[in-house]
């Protein structure tokens, strides 16, 4: 199973700027997809974005074109960059990864607070 950490979180402004980032404790161009959730209490976790090994992108409704998923293989690290920050992205957000064998893993996640 793939150990990942996440960072990033934090407090912010309505209409600003976080960048989160997940280290993985492999190299991660051989995990098939990498994505972020978020996770409300009392909610399901949804999907936010999702990336590829071969870089292919996919992103909720709600966020397209104010996130954005990349990964950096050298780094085993992915991030999502999000901008624009709305009172309902305040969630908490779990880094996933997917190999092609084998179970799929979570990080630990990270707080997410926009504040209006």
């Known amino acids: 199973q793939v150990q990942l950490v996440e960072s990033g979180g934090g407090l912010v402004q309505a209409g600003g700027p976080l960048r989160l980032s997940c280290a993985a404790s492999?190299?991660?161009?051989?995990?098939?997809?990498m994505a972020w959730y978020r996770q409300a209490p009392g909610k399901q976790r949804e999907l936010v974005a999702a990336?590829?090994?071969?870089?292919?992108?996919t992103y909720a409704d709600s966020v397209k074109g104010r996130f954005g998923i990349s990964r950096d293989n050298a780094k085993n690290t992915v991030y999502m960059q999000m901008n624009n920050l709305k009172f309902e992205d305040t969630d908490v957000y779990y880094c996933?990864?997917?190999?092609?064998?084998?179970?799929?893993?979570w990080g630990q996640g990270t707080q997410v607070t926009v504040s209006s």
């Open positions: 996933y990864a997917k190999k092609s064998v084998g179970p799929q893993s």
């Open positions: 492999t190299t991660i161009s051989s995990i098939n997809v």
């Open positions: 990336i590829t090994s071969g870089s292919t992108t």
